[in-house]
């Protein structure tokens, strides 16, 4: 248990930091990554999004204004429900992105492709109670106040 937790958490820090390093190479931050993400499951709204990343509206506001900025997402008006605001990926969102992903992909293929299915199914339990148990711990971490700033720090 000891060695798998270590693991994992090296693997997570490992998947922050392709994150960041690819939301680079795009002129955009890592949170704009991420509901860039969220955005290829389809149009969400910016309420949506707040929730699947637990980043504030605020927060939020800022993201698509930049991904608008960038070219990668726009704004537009729900045709079911004129008062909602939807965000969709544009058009060529996909195609500037997924060079970066590409080799992250096939070697994750190739990592898998040694295991029966079986096997497959055992890991995307595994994987799915994990993003559940992170989704759990998010909303108890974001119900626990903030320190108070010190003066003294920056940031």
Do not use: W
Request: hydrophobic share 40%; with cysteine; proline share 5%.
């Amino acid at each position: 248990m000891t060695a798998l937790n270590a693991l994992l958490r090296e693997v997570s820090g490992q998947g922050v930091l392709f994150s960041h390093a690819v939301a680079s190479r795009l002129g955009i931050g890592s949170s704009d990554l991420e509901c860039l993400g969220y955005l290829m499951d389809g149009p969400q709204t910016a309420g949506a999004l707040a929730e699947a990343t637990s980043l504030t509206t605020g927060a939020i506001t800022g993201v698509v204004d930049r991904l608008e900025k960038a070219g990668f997402a726009r704004r537009e008006r729900d045709p079911h429900d004129r008062r909602k605001v939807l965000v969709r990926l544009e058009a060529t969102a996909l195609e500037r992105a997924m060079p970066y992903f590409a080799p992250m992909e096939r070697a994750t293929r190739s990592a898998l492709a040694g295991y029966a299915d079986k096997e497959l199914a055992l890991l995307l339990d595994f994987l799915t109670k994990s993003r559940d148990t992170t989704n759990q711990v998010m909303a108890e971490l974001q119900s626990l106040p903030l320190p108070a700033r010190n003066a003294d720090k920056p940031g």
